[in-house]
């Protein structure tokens, strides 16, 4: 069994809190983010892979009890508390049942890569960068273009 404290420590990483916020990963040194991905595929290749029942029951409860309460504030009727109870357990079991594959996906995936070997590993830090580096230029993209449409939304009131 699972303690929580092992639990709420993967959800974080499944949900990306335990990476570092706005630091290029080509600053940290190779051996250094060498070491965290072996140290993170072996791990990750050694884990059992959630079962569906196990990842879509917890998001059906956990978004069908948030549900319900909102439904019931909002709505101030049980008919209301039924049916937000009700939509949130079947979204939160559809994300449950897609987190599900995607924890599935990246057991594989490190196994995958530890297969392959050293090669594999580089690829991937590479990718890492690159990836990251790319997701930086989208967000720079999109402040430029939502402070674009703030100031020409600006302009468009004074005009009034």
């Known amino acids: 069994m699972e303690t929580p404290a092992k639990f709420f420590i993967k959800s974080a990483a499944i949900f990306g809190a335990l990476e570092p ?16 991905l072996k140290g993170y ?7 059992a892979p959630t079962s569906y029942g196990k990842a879509i029951g917890v ?26 109870g009700g939509i ?3 979204l939160g079991g559809l994300a449950g049942g897609i987190a599900g594959l995607g924890d599935r996906y990246n057991i594989e995936s490190a ?3 530890l297969r392959r070997g ?3 590993i580089d690829q991937r830090l590479h990718e890492n960068v690159r990836h990251q580096r790319a997701m930086a230029e989208l967000d720079k993209y999109l402040t430029e273009q939502r402070r674009h449409e703030e100031m ?5 009131r004074d005009d009034d």
Request: glycine content about 18%; overall charge positive.
């Open 152 to 156: 020409m939304g600006a302009l468009r």
């Open 59 to 84: 998001g059906g409860l956990s978004v069908g009890l948030l549900g319900a309460i909102l439904g019931a504030v909002a709505g101030g009727h049980p008919v209301a508390a039924l049916l937000g």
């Open 41 to 47: 595929l072996n791990a990750k290749s050694q884990e």
């Open 111 to 113: 196994k995958n890569t």
């Open 21 to 36: 916020y706005d630091v290029d990963a080509a600053s940290i040194p190779y051996k250094f983010r060498k070491n965290e």
């Open 88 to 90: 949130g357990a079947g």
């Open 118 to 120: 050293n090669s594999a």
